[in-house]
């Protein structure tokens, strides 16, 4: 049937049946070797290209800048922030993928970034070779760190219908610049970032970790099954400081080592005023610290500015084998042929600046390090007569004076062998113990010294923190343990040591150990961890930490505290060494320094000196004090501390109206016309303080303050014994330094009975016996 | 018995009458799916990327094609084929009217000037596309024409020289080379069959062969000064060397399969696709196949054409009629050729020419001419037993 259906059709032959087999194996074989080739690229390069599929990826593609956090000062004015600026991208693959939009996108750039790119040597010539050689590049930075104005206007552009969305392949990308709006404004404690957000300096460096914050990243990563997933993680923004450091008092303080610059530069060589000034001013009871200043100064803003260096003295860098083998660094002052020091000129920053020598880029570096350096900090000296207050203390509160002592001063002392001169060389003749304070007897105070014995004033030295750290919240704090002798040992202190220590000499301070332990003398005896940061605050501006004083120890009494705000006093007095630095309108207390300096090798050449004044106001209840350094000033005779007092004189006569310290002097219309001068000279425009009217409602109101500050300070006494151990058997808390009981509930010490009665000298006296 | 023997004739006409080859059609759709959920996974990326955020741009295009196409097929395969004897000569002139049109009117898309756009309709066609159709429908009439003709040089030299004339044209008015080697292939295979003897293919296939070599050779030589192919021809050789430029595709496409191992990525999960392989749902679709779902699905749909391909010729060794035979062989040779390039290419067997992989690859036109043709096939083999 079929076939004869079929009979007049043509049929498909065998032969084309054949070739029809024929043709699905050749179809078969080319499948078969197809797929054979399938794995062989599989099993061959399988491996190899699966790292280069993942190698294509961009997984960390981008990181997402943090804000570093502010410094504030107290007030919570800003000294260093974050500014958020933009870095110009060009994504050539993006532009390069519609050809119309080249040229728009070049004008608008041309247009709008010519001047920025140029910075970078980019201009639209550039561009278009960039263009043609990388076209599937999609990361180049054409400018940065543009701020927000010098890119709005493009933004605008862009986002407007004239660009008719033209604008291709170019964006932003965050980025931030650390800025100081006040510029060398309290350069040594804020310090600096680098552009990579690490703090190197000052409070940057020591809340490095606080300030910065976590950056965020847009990433790729690959998840359990080998998938591709992207991920943004938001960047953390770091946590705000807010010091303790006051701008306006800071700007005072550094006014005026200006001015003192400005008056004593270039008199015996030509350079600064002094190799270095330092200036700090601190709360008496809590050891905030208000102001802390030095001079040179450099700008935050640009710290490797060399113009700074300019009369500066020159420093090189040594290094040395210490006993032990390693190689130390030491950085001394460069000094001519004839030992006479080398400052730095105009000149000499012109070769640091243009020289490429790798030794002169060495010896730049060493200079601007110097310059860096935290004065008030970082630097140790011979305190000299400034340390006579501690002495006295010492005396005082070991009982081993009473301060009613009467020494004879023949203008020099023997002492182990050596004759120690008095600052006046002609003898104080007979001196009591505020006399020696107030002339700065250097026989006198080596009398002391000698009535409380090495073993003693070593103790009470070391106790009052001097060649200790005194942990400081700012860096470069050294280590001054090796600078002061102690008792016993073998190198340890001889009776020419207890001699010179008296007044200050031969051993080694910082600024901030010495106003540190100064401040325990004058606010009853608190012994409080100085610190320039109070609050930190998150990146909304909520407070985080505050940072209480911290209360160390009790250095002296309080009885003996008054005794040396008495004598203190009496420095300022007409007859005092340190008159020159009362203010106008004000009492304060304080005392002078007036140090010899030896040099790197110990030798003394009695033509250097370090001078300074270590004040504190009100003179009756401190309440802030200060301490001015002036390290080698620029003058014939150096020995005068009339340099450091005319700056306390001048700080604090601007700082205390500041401070809202009403007048406690008569001011006589000699005083008046010196400070409307001061006032004029200085360009100082607040309102005087009123003296005449307010002065006895004042002094009445400062009484009943200073009554209530008593109560205030005698339940503060209580935790100094309570923190006392306990004794197991009668339960009363014991007093360490006399081993007597107290009681609980009172305070009142047992076996101490004369104490109060007898006078606090002679119970001390007997305490320390023990 | 005589009942009986009644009963048998009816059921074998019943037989006759509704004989379809499911396994065809479930391979036909199965493929039809796949394709279309391949071009959905390798397309999102860029047709979010291109298309203004229409993830789904390229998919629903090739499903509304794909939808066409199975109405085209449904047609052809109830349409008479013995009327596409008389259609075929006005069907070639047609492609090649359409051919000569293409510079002139033609869109170009992607830099390439290919379609025509049907007025009214806002449909665009590949005049390369309808060759293809063409020419199955011609070399089968010619060769019946010409029967015992074939088998002298000068008959065999026309038979030859209708497609060759179409080759050309699609070469030089649609610069479209694949094609052309297509429609040539597709020639020469349907006259393989129809004539007796190998001794001729085996000799033409080794001078095609030994004059490739030759060309290869001399462009290796040549180095880089040669034109747009011979690059081509030197990324073939070494992509590596090209990885920036011609060899970009075929790179990236070699990196996708290898990286692919036995059973894949996962669907979808092709990183490859994400602007490596530009395109990823044209021509180099095979390659996201491999990296999806590895050697293990890449070596299945490849058994699936096999299938497909096995079972039109089936259809062709039992067709009624040598036209339906030489229809369905043309049909099957479309799709065997197209099959084996497009995976040649993709694992740089040969050099890259644009072809794409049947049923699957993006491309309305040619998914809509495809499943027409299987729609003769279809037809021819309903009426195998008649």
């Keep these: ?770 | 018995m005589a009942r009986t023997g009644v009963n048998v004739l009816r059921r074998q006409r019943e037989k006759e009458e509704t004989y379809i080859d499911y396994s065809l059609i479930f391979v036909i759709f199965f493929l039809l799916a796949f394709g279309l959920v391949m071009i959905y996974s390798t397309s999102t990326y860029w047709a979010n990327l291109k298309m203004g955020g229409d993830t789904s741009y390229f998919f629903k295009h090739q499903f509304g094609a794909v939808l066409g196409g199975i109405v085209a097929m449904l047609f052809m395969s109830y349409f008479p084929y013995g009327f596409l004897r008389k259609m075929a000569f006005p069907l070639y002139a047609t492609s090649v009217v359409l051919l000569f049109l293409v510079p002139i009117i033609g869109k170009e898309v992607n830099g390439a000037k290919r379609w025509i756009i049907i007025p009214g309709l806002g449909l665009s066609i590949q005049p390369a596309e309808i060759a293809k159709i063409a020419v199955i429908a011609f070399m089968a009439t010619m060769i019946l024409r010409l029967q015992k003709l074939l088998l002298t040089p000068k008959g065999f030299g026309v038979a030859l020289g209708f497609p060759a004339f179409l080759a050309l044209l699609i070469r030089l008015c649609t610069k479209n080379l694949s094609s052309a080697i297509i429609v040539m292939g597709i020639a020469i295979v349907m006259l393989f069959i129809a004539t007796p003897g190998y001794k001729r293919y085996v000799m033409a296939a080794l001078s095609v062969l030994a004059f490739g070599a030759l060309v290869v050779f001399i462009i290796y030589h040549a180095g880089a000064n040669g034109n747009f192919r011979s690059e081509r021809v030197l990324a073939w050789l070494d992509p590596q060397g090209h990885a920036t430029g011609k060899g970009f595709q075929t790179l990236q496409s070699l990196y996708a399969i290898g990286s692919g191992g036995t059973f894949g990525k996962g669907l979808g999960e092709s990183m490859q696709k994400m602007g490596f392989i530009p395109e990823a749902q044209n021509d180099m679709i095979f390659s996201v196949i491999c990296e999806e779902l590895g050697l293990f699905g890449a070596i299945a749909v490849m058994l699936m054409f096999l299938l497909l391909i096995w079972r039109l010729m089936i259809i062709a060794n039992n067709a009624p009629d040598m036209f339906g035979a030489l229809l369905v062989i043309g049909v099957m040779a479309h799709i065997a050729i197209q099959v084996i390039l497009n995976i040649a290419v993709v694992t740089n067997t040969i050099p890259n020419t644009g072809i794409t992989l049947p049923f699957i690859s993006y491309g309305g036109t040619a998914v809509t001419f495809q499943l027409a043709e299987l729609g003769i096939a279809l037809n021819v083999g309903r009426n195998i037993g008649r």
């Design chain 1, 1 to 770: 049937m079929k076939t004869v259906k079929t009979k007049n059709v043509q049929k498909f032959t065998i032969g084309m049946k054949k070739k029809l087999v024929v043709l699905f194996i050749l179809v078969l074989l080319a499948f078969a070797g197809l797929a054979a080739k399938l794995i062989s690229i599989t099993a061959n390069n399988g491996k190899e290209y699966e790292k280069k599929v993942l190698s294509q990826q961009r997984y960390d593609s981008l990181t997402i800048p943090y804000k570093r956090g502010s410094i504030l000062d107290s007030n919570e004015t800003t000294l260093a922030w974050s500014e958020k600026v933009y870095n110009l991208i060009l994504d050539a693959k993006v532009l390069k993928s519609d050809e119309k939009n080249v040229e728009p996108t070049l004008e608008a750039l041309n247009k709008y970034f010519a001047g920025k790119m140029k910075e970078n040597g980019i201009d639209m010539a550039w561009i278009q070779d960039y263009l043609e050689k990388h076209p599937d590049k999609s990361y180049y930075i054409l400018a940065k760190r543009l701020s927000y104005d010098e890119i709005k206007d493009f933004q605008a552009f862009t986002a407007s219908e004239e660009s008719e969305g033209k604008i291709k392949g170019v964006y932003f990308e965050d980025d931030y610049i650390r800025r100081y709006p006040e510029n060398t404004l309290a350069c040594d404690v804020v310090g600096f970032a680098s552009a990579d957000n690490q703090g190197q300096a000052g409070l940057e460096l020591q809340y490095n970790d606080v300030l910065s914050g976590i950056a965020g990243r847009e990433y790729g990563y690959l998840d359990d099954d080998m998938k591709l997933e992207r991920t943004t993680i938001p960047a953390v923004d770091g946590n705000s400081i807010v010091s303790t450091i006051d701008v306006h008092l800071q700007a005072i303080a550094e006014k005026y080592l200006k001015v003192f610059n400005e008056e004593n530069k270039n008199q015996v060589h030509p350079g600064n005023g002094a190799n270095n000034v330092g200036c700090i001013i601190s709360n008496v009871n809590t050891g905030e610290i208000l102001a802390m200043a030095s001079y040179p100064d450099f700008d935050l803003n640009n710290p490797w500015d060399t113009s700074r260096l300019v009369g500066r003295p020159e420093f090189v860098e040594i290094e040395e084998k210490n006993s032990e083998g390693k190689t130390i660094v030491k950085r001394e002052q460069l000094k001519d042929e004839k030992g006479n020091p080398i400052y730095v000129s105009q000149e000499r920053v012109d070769e640091f600046n243009n020289s490429e020598d790798p030794e002169v880029v060495k010896q730049k570096l060493c200079n601007l390090k110097s310059l860096w350096r935290n004065y008030c900090v970082s630097d140790s000296y011979e305190p000299g007569s400034v340390s006579k207050p501690l002495t006295v203390a010492i005396g005082l509160e070991s009982g081993k004076i009473t301060g009613d002592e009467v020494y004879n001063c023949n203008g020099y002392l023997e002492v182990g062998g050596h004759k120690i001169h008095c600052h006046n060389t002609g003898g104080d003749g007979p001196v009591s113990v505020q006399r020696a304070i107030q002339k700065s007897c250097n026989v006198g105070l080596m009398c002391i010294a000698n009535q409380i014995g090495i073993e003693t004033f070593s103790k009470y030295q070391k106790n009052l923190g001097i060649g200790l750290r005194t942990n400081i919240d700012l860096p470069g704090e050294p280590k001054t343990e090796t600078l002061v002798k102690r008792a016993g040992g073998q190198n340890g202190m001889t009776p020419t040591d207890l001699a010179t220590y008296s007044f200050g000499q031969s051993f080694n301070c910082t600024m901030i150990e010495m106003i540190t332990a100064f401040n325990s003398l004058v606010n009853g005896g608190k012994y409080y961890e100085p610190h320039v940061v109070k609050k930190i605050l998150s990146s909304s501006g909520s407070t985080i930490k505050n940072i209480e004083p911290r209360l160390l120890k009790q250095t002296v009494s309080d009885s003996t505290s008054k005794k040396i705000i008495e004598y203190c006093n009496s420095v300022t007095e007409k007859e005092g060494t340190g008159w020159t630095a009362q203010p106008v309108g004000y009492k304060i207390g304080g005392k002078t320094g007036t140090a010899e300096t030896a040099d790197e090798h110990g030798v003394r050449n009695k033509r250097e000196y370090v001078v300074s004044f270590m004040g504190y106001a009100p003179a009756d209840k401190p309440e802030i004090s200060i301490y001015v350094v002036v390290d080698r000033p620029n003058s014939v005779a150096q020995d005068n501390a009339r340099f450091a007092t005319f700056i306390v004189h001048n700080i604090l006569t601007e700082a205390l109206p500041y401070l809202g310290y009403p007048m406690t002097e008569e001011i006589t219309e000699k005083d008046q016309k010196e400070l409307d001068e001061f006032r004029e000279k200085y360009g100082i425009t607040s309102e005087q303080p009123k003296v005449e009217e307010k002065q006895e409602e004042e002094a009445a109101a400062a009484s009943q303050d200073s009554e209530e500050k008593k109560e205030d300070t005698e339940e503060n006494k209580e935790p100094a014994w309570k923190s006392f151990d306990v004794d197991p058997a009668t339960g009363y808390y014991i007093n360490p330094n006399t081993g007597n009981f107290v009681d609980p509930d009172t305070g009142y010490e047992m076996g101490a009975s004369a104490f109060e009665d007898e006078g606090s000298d002679n119970a001390a006296k007997e305490a320390t016996k023990n």
